[in-house]
């Protein structure tokens, strides 16, 4: 007779404040979110919604509401794209294979700003000062905070239990 044995993985999380973070995803064991796709609209000359949180393998599609021309780009090191001039219509797609912050721009309305977030873990968007990433296995992660100027702040942490790490 053969006797199996399940022990349950125990999960934690980790929460904290982060006033002045848009974004915050970690990388370390916990397994990433499967990548989909995401729409990050041109909308009287600005992208709706100005900013967005993708897994890497990601599509965004740049779908053009307004009844002139766009042109978006990034000169991202690891995620840059230009897609070229292109009028109303359902827009084109761009694939993100690096995590990292996308600054996204239009070379015909330069005052066009909009950001990607493209996370190499589990990851969760700001809205209010709080966050909380839940159902992550024990063991060290990085812990990136997307602050809006686009800068990637990071922290190694030993998650052994429930963390708070406020940034």
């Excluded at 292109?86 to 330069?110: D, E, L, N």
């Excluded at 800068?151 to 052994?160: E, G, M």
Aim: glycine share 12%; hydrophobic share 40%; aromatic share 10%.
């Amino acid at each position: 007779m053969i006797a199996l044995v399940f022990a349950a993985l125990q999960m934690f999380s980790i929460s904290g404040n982060a006033s002045h973070a848009i974004a915050v995803w970690v990388t370390g064991p916990a397994r990433a979110p499967a990548p989909g796709t995401f729409e990050m609209h041109n909308v009287n000359r600005t992208f709706r919604p100005p900013m967005i949180v993708v897994p890497v393998g990601s599509q965004v599609r740049f779908p053009n509401d307004d009844p002139f021309e766009h042109s978006i780009y990034s000169t991202d090191s690891a995620n840059g794209f230009d897609i070229g001039y292109y009028g109303t219509g359902p827009g084109k797609y761009v694939s993100f294979s690096h995590a990292g912050v996308v600054q996204v721009r239009c070379h015909i309305h330069g005052y066009m700003h909009g950001m990607i977030v493209v996370a190499g873990g589990p990851f969760v968007q700001i809205t209010g000062g709080t966050y909380e990433i839940a159902n992550l296995p024990a063991g060290t992660y990085t812990v990136h905070e997307i602050t809006d100027d686009g800068i990637d702040h990071t922290v190694r942490l030993l998650v052994n239990g429930n963390k708070t790490l406020n940034f």
